[in-house]
């Protein structure tokens, strides 16, 4: 098994953990109702996915 010869500085593994953060998603308007919801997923309001009905939501009421 490889063994590294000499110690790797905090600053050099900070920089390469740099880019290692949380990103936020992407989202995008639902075209049939409207709400916003994570993008290349289903509507979580409407259970509609690229203008079909992917998903039967109930009727909450």
Not at 19 to 35: E, I, Q, V
Request: proline share 3%; net charge positive; glycine share 6%.
């Amino acid at each position: 098994m490889a063994h590294p010869k000499k110690r790797q500085s905090s600053s050099r593994q900070g920089k390469r953990r740099a880019h290692d953060h949380a990103k936020t998603p992407t989202l995008a308007l639902c075209s049939n109702c409207g709400a916003w919801h994570v993008y290349h997923t289903v509507c979580n309001d409407c259970g509609y996915y690229r203008g079909k009905l992917a998903i039967e939501k109930e009727a909450i009421a």
